[in-house]
């Protein structure tokens, strides 16, 4: 099973999307406490009501590595399934 939590502060501009099927797409980076290295979050959800995040907000994301396709290279990203606000 590829299920993994990330805690982080979200270190970009947040990037909203519509699918063809109705989903809002956010994408955005996430920095990991450590400072070691940023990994970019997609989140995919046919309601944005309840996503109250926004850049510099400490964050919990669930959900699974996936590895995409970027030009001639490959990289990794979090496809998340939820995302939960923290307060420090």
Same mark, same amino acid.
């Given at each position: ?9 979200? $270190?970009? @501009? *947040? ?7 109705? %989903?809002?797409? !956010? ?22 009501? $309840?996503? @109250? *995040? ?7 994301? %669930?959900?699974? !590595? ?23």
């Amino acid at each position: 099973m590829n299920r993994l939590f990330l805690s982080g502060t979200i $270190d970009s @501009d *947040i990037e909203f999307y519509s699918s063809p099927k109705g %989903e809002k797409i !956010l994408i955005f980076s996430l920095l990991n406490e450590d400072k070691r290295f940023s990994i970019e979050v997609v989140h995919k959800k046919k309601a944005m009501e $309840d996503m @109250d *995040i926004r850049k510099t907000d400490n964050i919990i994301v %669930e959900g699974a !590595l996936a590895k995409i396709k970027k030009g001639n290279q490959f990289t990794f990203r979090v496809e998340a399934n939820k995302i939960f606000k923290t307060e420090v």
